[in-house]
């Protein structure tokens, strides 16, 4: 390979191309002859190059270095020679021996784009800081547990991603990197974060989730421009910062904290598209300020151990997703200005103590997705017929005895899932389910199933396990849906006329 590689990089036409795209042509050695190269950009990725040559370096025009996806186990000090270079792309390699990114790294002051991630860092050069054009910094996926403070002179760095380490702690440097947008500090250690986080007046999108935080500085409160706040699964953290300066928030996740209630200036963050409140067992209810979130398009307050839910939720005009499972909710505490969202596109109430179900569904007409599974519910109400755009509806894990006739009328229904109730008897208008794919009926207690059924051509899958059928029989029911179907059809004008006894018709 590395003498017809060298070959290859000498002929004329080669030399003297902008871009020279090697990768994955399993080079291991490049050739003395790469310095010729005149090309502005030269592809390596995907090889078995474990040594970056100094040769490289002596390339005169070289702006773009990819060696993502090899085996290079350190940065050379000729690296710092490339003067011209404006991307270094070195993500997924073997950069773990000690000292592998050379401090010479900090010469490069044209560097722009600088990716380090999926490696096995545990340090990196404070030089780095030198580089004061770089604008994109990904060191992801290594071992870092420092934070070299010398990285606050980056001042032009725009979106950096330092998640998945091991830091500890940043330092007060970090309020000089003044224009950075996107800060990616997800999967570390983190118990605290300087106040001087509250400098980066530019910054739209901050995860800090999967850290250890006990506290965050009052001055968060500054980041007028923050549109993406991630602050999930850190259940040590109780409380949070004043936030009604937040005002370009669109999205925000508390899921997972240790908070006992929420900011009560919650309400002022009018511009919020998306929540996530999941699993903050101490909350126990929802202020009614929450009903000024007049934008919400995605609630989720899944596992919070709610017991109500405030009538101004019904002001949420716009929500498409509520998400209410593992809760404590019953029927009666489900206020009735519920109806009054009527854009919903799924909604979610499974895992709760709903014995009922609000009639106000049936305003519901844009539902896509429908589970009240693992309730108590005996019965679902006629109004379940007025979802006509359903496709997917599961009432699995209750205590139904049967399904109303109403359900005929879901004719965008795809997917029904009923198992484990104590269903004994079908409507026949589940023939009308003309759409319908998958349909579960496992462990319950039919022993007959309505002709009608076998109307449903699109019907793949339909369980039937665990039932004490009759009809169909069955050594026709362990052929699987196709032949239940098939049987169905062929035989549901003597099965009509005919009283069955046993397996047979008589």
Not at 14 to 37: C, F, W
Not at 463 to 489: F, M, S, Y
Request: charged share 25%; hydrophobic share 40%.
């Amino acid at each position: 390979m590395g003498n017809d590689l060298g070959k290859e990089l000498m002929k004329k036409k080669v030399r003297k191309q902008e871009s020279v795209d090697l990768r994955k042509r399993g080079i291991n050695e490049l050739p003395t002859s790469v310095k010729q190269l005149l090309c502005k950009e030269l592809i390596l990725a995907e090889n078995d190059i474990a040594t970056i040559p100094e040769e490289v370096s002596k390339m005169p025009r070289c702006e773009v270095l990819d060696l993502a996806n090899n085996k290079i186990n350190h940065l050379p000090p000729s690296i710092g020679e490339m003067s011209q270079l404006r991307e270094l792309w070195l993500r997924n390699n073997k950069l773990f021996f000690t000292a592998p990114i050379t401090p010479a790294i900090g010469k490069l002051k044209n560097l722009v784009k600088l990716d380090l991630s999926g490696n096995q860092l545990e340090e990196l050069p404070a030089e780095l800081g030198q580089c004061v054009l770089l604008a994109f910094l990904d060191v992801s996926n290594n071992n870092l547990q420092v934070f070299p403070p010398e990285y606050g002179r980056l001042s032009n760095l725009q979106v950096f991603n330092i998640s998945f380490n091991k830091l500890r702690a940043l330092p007060p440097e970090i309020g000089g990197m003044v224009a950075l947008q996107e800060w990616n500090l997800c999967t570390n250690a983190l118990t605290k974060l300087p106040a001087q986080i509250g400098n980066l007046r530019n910054l739209r999108n901050l995860d800090l989730s999967l850290n250890k935080l006990t506290q965050l500085p009052d001055e968060m409160g500054n980041l007028a421009s923050l549109e993406v706040f991630i602050l999930k699964d850190n259940p040590t953290l109780p409380t949070l910062f004043p936030m009604y300066g937040l005002r370009a928030l669109r999205t925000l996740s508390l899921r997972n904290l240790q908070i006992s209630s929420l900011p009560p200036d919650l309400g002022d963050l009018v511009g919020l598209t998306e929540l996530d409140l999941r699993d903050n067992l101490q909350i126990g209810r929802l202020p009614r300020d929450i009903g000024k979130l007049v934008n919400l398009k995605r609630l989720d307050l899944y596992g919070n151990k709610l017991d109500q839910l405030p009538s101004e939720l019904g002001n949420l005009t716009n929500l498409e997703t509520l998400d209410l499972r593992c809760n404590n909710l019953t029927a009666e505490l489900i206020p009735p200005e519920i109806g009054q969202l009527t854009k919903l596109l799924r909604l979610f109430m499974s895992k709760n103590s709903l014995a009922t179900l609000p009639h106000e569904i049936k305003t519901m007409r844009l539902l896509r997705e429908f589970d009240v599974s693992f309730n108590v519910l005996t019965s679902l109400p006629d109004e379940i017929g007025c979802l006509v755009s359903l496709q997917k509806f599961s009432c699995s894990g209750n205590r139904l005895l049967t399904l109303p006739p109403t359900i005929g009328m879901l004719s965008s229904l795809t997917k029904l899932d009923a198992k484990s109730n104590e269903i004994h008897e079908l409507p026949a208008d589940l023939g009308e389910l003309r759409g319908v794919r998958k349909i579960d009926f496992s462990h319950n207690m039919l022993t007959e199933l309505p002709w009608e059924l076998g109307k449903l051509y699109s019907l793949r899958v339909l369980d039937l396990a665990h039932n004490p059928l009759v009809i169909p029989p069955r050594e026709v029911q362990n052929k699987g849906t196709p032949a239940v179907l098939d049987w169905l059809r062929k035989n549901e004008k003597t099965g009509r006329n005919k009283h069955v006894s046993g397996l047979s018709f008589e």
